[in-house]
C-alpha cells in the first residue's frame, strides 16, 4: 500500500525557515514524481513545488520561487521542501502528493497526482 507521511510542520516567525519532509512507502520503484501543495485557510489547494522521479527536474511557484527548495534522497524515499524568508500567507496546510504517471518531470497540477499524505500544519506568525 503506498503511503505518503509529511512531518516538520508547526510554529514559525516571519523570516524565519523550516524544513519539510515526506516520507514513501509502499511504492515499487523511485519511478515517481512529488509535488507539495499548500492550502491556505478558506482557499484552494494549490501546487508550490514539485520534483521529477531522479530529482533532475524541479519546478516552483511563483510565490515561492527563491524562498523555497525542493530536494530528494531516493536512498531514504524522502522528499524535502526546505522554506527560508517565510511570510504569513504561507501559513496553511501543506500536502505531499505522488505521481506515478509522470516521473522525468513534473507538475504543479493537482490532477496529475496519484497519492496524498494527511498534510502537516505551518502557521507563519509573531
Known amino acids: 500500500q503506498q503511503q505518503l507521511v509529511e512531518s516538520g510542520g508547526g510554529l514559525v516567525q516571519p523570516g524565519g525557515s523550516m524544513r519539510l519532509s515526506c516520507a514513501a512507502s509502499?511504492?515499487?520503484?523511485?519511478?515517481?514524481?512529488i509535488g507539495w501543495f499548500h492550502q491556505a485557510p478558506g482557499k484552494e489547494r494549490e501546487g508550490v513545488s514539485c520534483i521529477s522521479s531522479s530529482g533532475g527536474f524541479t519546478n516552483y511557484g511563483d510565490s515561492v520561487k527563491g524562498r523555497f527548495t525542493i530536494s530528494r534522497d531516493n536512498d531514504k524515499n524522502t522528499v524535502y521542501l526546505q522554506m527560508n524568508s517565510l511570510k504569513p500567507e504561507d501559513t496553511g496546510i501543506y500536502y505531499c502528493?505522488?505521481?506515478?504517471?509522470?516521473?522525468?518531470?513534473?507538475?504543479?497540477?493537482?490532477?496529475?497526482?496519484?497519492?496524498w499524505g494527511q498534510g502537516t500544519r505551518v502557521t507563519v506568525s509573531s
Open positions: 502528493a505522488a505521481s506515478t504517471t509522470v516521473q522525468f518531470m513534473c507538475a504543479r497540477a493537482r490532477v496529475v497526482y496519484d497519492y
Open positions: 509502499g511504492f515499487t520503484s523511485d519511478y515517481y514524481a
